[in-house]
Nanobody, 121 residues
Framework: QVQLVESGGGLVQPGGSLRLSCAAS????????MRWYRRAPGRERELVAG???????NYADSVKGRFTISRDNAKNTVYLQMNSLKPEDTDVYYC???????????????WGQGTQVTVSS
């Protein structure tokens, strides 16, 4: 059973920083494209950032210049470094990934359980 487990969320003051981690566990061959989403209750899910297996990244306009997505393939972990946090960044952040569990099949999509980020003074 493959799982994505997020950590690193919490309460931070405006202007502060947090680093989220998403660790993949279980039986699989490799991680493919990995993404971070966020969604507050009553709002649409928003793609925050993505990173390919080769390291190509993309970001939502709202976080460009403040957030950085990275990955450590040896540790099967993806990170989201969040700097200059704003109250509007308050959300539940979800890790999403396509993971190769069978070399003869396309990668499957998995979601983490989410981690709360609250930006408030």
């Amino acid at each position: 059973q493959v799982q994505l487990v997020e950590s690193g969320g919490g309460l931070v003051q405006p202007g502060g920083s947090l680093r989220l981690s998403c660790a993949a566990s279980g039986s699989f061959f490799r991680l493919s494209i990995m993404r971070w989403y966020r969604r507050a209750p009553g709002r649409e899910r928003e793609l925050v950032a993505g990173i390919t297996s080769g390291g190509t990244t993309n970001y939502a306009d709202s976080v460009k210049g403040r957030f950085t997505i990275s990955r450590d393939n040896a540790k099967n972990t993806v990170y989201l470094q969040m700097n200059s946090l704003k109250p509007e960044d308050t959300d539940v952040y979800y890790c999403n990934g396509y993971i190769v569990t069978d070399l003869g099949r396309p990668p499957y999509e998995y979601w983490g359980q989410g981690t709360q980020v609250t930006v408030s003074s």
